[in-house]
């Protein structure tokens, strides 16, 4: 026998915007943890790419918060050290890489059909771009995979 799934109510009812709020966040500047604040601008920074000298630059010239600059000491020395604390704390987050693997093969996977189905309608010169599209998602499969290509 199945199993009954239960019918949920709430999905063909409409969001209502009223029952929305929105906070603003008020942070006390006069009692406000500096390193906490330097880290996470040091993550920040480190995520969109700036160099550790970059990063002395920027936080030399202070952060805004609640429209008030406070200047946060910082070296490149600091800044080493809580790069080493950043990422050793994103070494200890666990990632299920068989899950996310499963999840991009099923994407590719759709997007090869759609190509494919595209490919398949399609009449002319745009009959070919999305040969070409099916393609490279086949190799981008083959690679997740480990399969390798006939090239």
Do not use: C, H, W
Not at 21 to 31: A, G, L, P
Not at 35 to 49: Q, T
Not at 120 to 142: E, M, Q, W, Y
């Amino acid at each position: 026998m199945g199993r009954k799934i239960p019918k949920n109510k709430v999905i063909n009812q409409e969001p209502s915007f009223t029952d929305l709020t929105t906070v603003n966040q008020v942070i006390d500047t006069n009692n406000i943890n500096l390193i906490a604040i330097r880290r996470g601008k040091v993550r920040e920074l480190f995520r969109m790419g700036f160099e550790i000298s970059q990063m002395v630059l920027v936080l030399g010239n202070g952060i805004t918060i609640n429209n008030k600059k406070i200047k946060i000491p910082s070296s490149e020395q600091v800044i080493r050290s809580d790069l080493d604390y950043i990422k050793q704390e994103d070494a200890a987050i666990t990632v299920d890489f068989s899950e996310k693997r499963a999840e991009v093969i099923d994407k590719l996977n759709f997007l090869y059909n759609r190509a494919m189905t595209e490919y398949i309608n399609a009449k002319g010169p745009v009959k070919n771009s999305f040969l070409n599209t099916a393609l490279s998602i086949l190799n981008k499969i083959a690679d997740i995979e480990g399969v390798n290509s006939a090239e």
